[in-house]
C-alpha cells in the first residue's frame, strides 16, 4: 500500500479490509502468521484426535473399537496431518510473525505470494481428510506411502497424492519468500552473523526446503502415474524397485525431519539465552553447527531403509553419517546449556518448555543414535522403539519448542502477558504425560511390539494401558494451552515493548503489539 | 511510493487474487483426484478449477506488471524478484533431479539386479540390457535414436536461446526492432520444437510402439520428455507474454526483470534438454 508509507507509524495499522476479507486478502506477516499458526493448533486437534483414538484401541489387547483398516488409515494420516499440518506451518507461523520483526523488515518479500503459501494449506487439508470419506477410504500404507501398498490403494490414495503436491507448493513459496526476506530486506547494518539464531535457523530450513520438497513432489509423481497411468517405476517386472521409492522419498524424508526441528534449535536459542540473561554462548558455533546438520541430513537418508535390502558398504555409510550428525548436534546441546551457566536464570514457562525441549530432545537423540546402529535397528526397524524415538525428538522435541516459543512471543504478538500460573500448569502435566504415554513405548519396542497393528500379544498390555493414559493426559492438558492463549488475547497484564527482561533481538524494541507494518523504516543495528 | 533514502519498501496493498489462486487448486485438486479414477464429474471439476487459475495468473500477473510500469518497484524488490526467481527455478531443478535419479537408478541398479543371479529363478531370460521394458514385459518396442527429430530439436532449442540473448541485447540497447523480432523467434522455436514432440511421441505410439507402460525405458522416456515439453510450454507462453508486453511498449534498457526471469526460465529448460538428449536419447 503505497499511500501508507508516507504517513507516521503510528497511523500507519489503517487502509486494510476488516472482518473476513481481511484474512482472506492479507498481505500482512502477522495476520498470514496468526493464520498459520490457527490452522496449525486445529490440525494438532484433529491429528491428536486421530492418535488418542488409536491409543484408545491399544489400550487393551483385541479389537474394540475400531477395525484394522480404519486403525491403519488412523496412524497413516495421524503422521500426514501432524507432519503437513501442524509442525510445519507453526514453524512457518513463527517465522511469518518473527522474521521481519527480528531483522528489522516492514514485512516478507513477497507480501502476497506469502498469503497463497497460507491459503494453499486449507485447500490441502480439504482434500487430505476428506479422503477418509473417498471409496476404499483414507489412505492406509503408513505415511511413507511406500508402494506397493500405495500403489494398490483406492482414491483416497490419490487425492492424498494431490493434497501433498499442493502442500509442496506451499512449502516451496513460503520457503523462497523466507529466504529473500532474510537475504534481502535486513535492516541496514543486520549482518548475517548478528541475525538472531532463529532467524539463520530459519534460513538453513527454507534451504533444505526448496532442495527436498521437489523430490517429493516428484516421488508422488511416480506414484500417480504408476497408480493410474500403467508407469512401471516401482514394479519390478517393469524394470522398477518399490525400494527405489523409499530412496526417493526418504531423499527427502531425512531432511525433512530437520526441517521439523532446526527452527525448534532457533527458538531454544532465543528463549534459553533470555531467561539465563546471558548472551548465546557459542553464537558462529551454533551457526556452523546448524549448516552442518542441514548438510549431512542429506546424505543420511538410507538409515530408514537397513532392513529394505542393502549392500553392507551401503549400512556402514550411512550408519556412520546418522552417528556423525550427533556431533553438531551434540555443540548445539553443550551451547545451551553452557548459555545457562552462571547465568541468572529465572523459570517461566517458555525457559521450562526450552529446558524440557533440551533435556528431552537429547533423549530422543540417544534413542536415534541407538537406531542408527545397523544390527540394533535391524531388531528395532518398526517396532514402538522407533515410535518412541521420533515422538521424542517431535513432540518433546518440535511441539515444546512451539510451546515455548509461543508463550515467549505472546506478549509480543497480543499486548498482554499470558496467565504464568497455567503456563506452567500446562507445561507441568505436558511433561509427565508425555513420559508416561512415550517413555514406555521404548520398552514395548525393545520386547518387540510392532508399530500400525491395532492388536498385540498379552505380555504388552501394561505398558500400552499406561501410554494410553499418558496420551489422553497429553492430549486433554493441550486444551489447557487453547484457554491461555485464548485468556491472553482477551485480556491480562499489559505487556511493556520488552515483555522479558533479558531479551535482546530487535522484535523487543517494537511496542506490543507491533504495529500492523513491523518497521517502517529501517531500525539502526549496533 | 516515497523513496526516501532506500530504506522504503513496497508492500501490496490486500489482494484477491491469491485466494482465487487457493480456490482453482481445491478445485484442481478434487477434479484431478475424480478424473485420474475416471469419474465423469471429476473432468470438469478439473476443468473449472484450471480455468478459475488461468483467470487468476492474468489477473496476478497483469497487477504486478502494472504495478512495475508505475514505477512502484525499487532496487531492493528488483532484487527480491532476482533472489525469487532464483530458488525457484533451483526447485525445478531439483524435480527433474528426482526423474533423473528415478532414470539412473533403473539403468544402474534396478535392472541390473533383476538380471543377476538371484532373480534367475523368477526371469531366467532377462538380461540386463538398456533400454528394456523390464523382465515381466515381453512386447517388443524400438528405442528412441537421437539423431534425427531429437537432433534437430537440439538445434532448435540451442538456436532459441541464441535468439533470446540476441533480443536481451537488444533491450539493453533499446533496439526495439531487434528486441521484437528476436523475441518472436524465440517463441516460435519454442512452439516448434514442442510441436515435434509431440509428432515425435506420436511416432512412438503408433509405429515403435513405445509407450507410457513400455516398462523402466517408457516410463523413465516419456515421464522426462513430457515434464520437460510441459515446461517448454509454459516458458514459450511466458515468452510470448513478454512480447505481448514488447509490443505495448514495456521495459526499459534499465528495468526488465520480467523479460530477464523468462530469459533465465528458458535457459534452464535448455539446460534440462541437454541432460535429457545425453541421457535419454543418446546413451541408450
Partial sequence: MAAVHDHDIAHAHDHHPTGLMRWLTSTNHKDIGTMYLWFSFIMFLTGGVMALTIRAELFQPGLQIVNPEFFNQLTTMHGLVMIFGAIMPAFVGFANWQVPMMIGAPDMAFARMNNWSFWLLPPAALLLLGSFFAPGGAPAGGWTIYPPLSVQMGMGMDMAIFAIHILGASSIMGSINIITTILNMRAPGMTLMKMPMFVWTWLITAYLLVLVMPVLAGAVTMLLTDRNFGTNFFNAAGGGDPVMFQHIFWFFGHPEVYIMILPAFGIVSEIIPTFSRKPLFGYSSMVYATASIAILSCIVWAHHMFTAGMPVTGQLFFMYATMLIAVPTGVKVFNWTATMWRGSMSFETPMLFAIGFIFLFTLGGFSGVVCAIVPIDIQVQDTYYVIAHFHYVLVSGALFAIFGGAYYWLPKWTGHMYDETLGKWHFWLSMFFFNLAFFVQHFLGLAGMPRRIPDYALQFADFNMISTIGAFGFGLSQLLFLYVVLKCIRGGAKSPAKSWEGATSLEWTLPSPPPYHSFETPPVIR | ?284
Fill in chain 2, 1 to 284: 511510493m516515497s523513496q526516501q533514502g532506500g530504506g522504503h519498501y513496497y508492500v501490496p496493498a490486500p489482494s484477491t487474487w491469491p485466494i482465487t489462486g487457493s480456490l482453482a487448486l481445491l478445485f484442481m485438486g478434487f477434479g484431478a483426484a475424480l478424473s485420474v479414477n475416471r469419474i465423469p464429474v471429476g473432468y470438469g471439476v478439473l476443468a473449472t478449477g484450471f480455468a478459475i487459475l488461468i483467470y487468476m495468473l492474468f489477473g496476478w500477473f497483469g497487477t504486478v506488471a502494472r504495478e512495475s510500469e508505475s514505477g512502484k518497484f525499487n532496487k531492493q524488490v528488483d532484487k527480491s524478484f532476482r533472489w525469487g526467481m532464483s530458488w525457484f527455478i533451483f526447485t525445478e531443478v531439483m524435480f527433474f533431479g528426482a526423474f533423473f535419479g528415478a532414470l539412473y537408478y533403473m539403468r544402474m541398479h534396478s535392472v541390473p539386479d533383476l538380471a543377476d543371479v538371484d532373480n534367475k529363478i523368477l526371469w531366467p531370460d532377462f538380461t540386463a540390457d538398456w533400454p528394456t521394458a523390464g523382465p515381466g514385459i515381453t512386447e517388443k518396442f524400438m528405442p528412441m535414436g537421437p539423431w534425427g527429430l531429437p537432433a534437430l530439436n537440439t538445434l532448435i532449442l540451442l538456436t532459441s536461446g541464441v535468439t533470446v540473448t540476441w533480443a536481451h541485447w537488444a533491450l539493453k540497447l533499446n533496439k526495439r526492432g531487434q528486441l521484437k523480432l528476436g523475441l518472436f523467434l524465440t517463441f516460435a522455436l519454442g512452439f516448434l520444437f514442442v510441436g515435434l514432440q509431440a509428432y515425435e511421441y506420436g511416432h512412438a505410439y503408433s509405429e515403435m510402439n513405445l509407450k507410457l507402460t513400455t516398462g523402466a525405458y517408457g516410463a523413465s522416456f516419456f515421464m522426462l520428455t513430457g515434464f520437460h515439453g510441459f515446461h517448454v510450454t509454459v516458458g514459450s507462453i511466458m515468452l510470448f507474454v513478454i512480447w505481448c508486453r514488447v509490443l505495448k511498449g514495456h521495459f526499459t534498457p534499465e528495468n526488465h526483470f520480467g523479460f530477464e526471469g523468462v530469459a533465465w526460465y528458458w535457459h534452464f529448460v535448455d539446460v534440462v534438454w541437454l541432460g535429457l538428449f545425453i541421457f535419454v536419447y543418446w546413451l541408450i
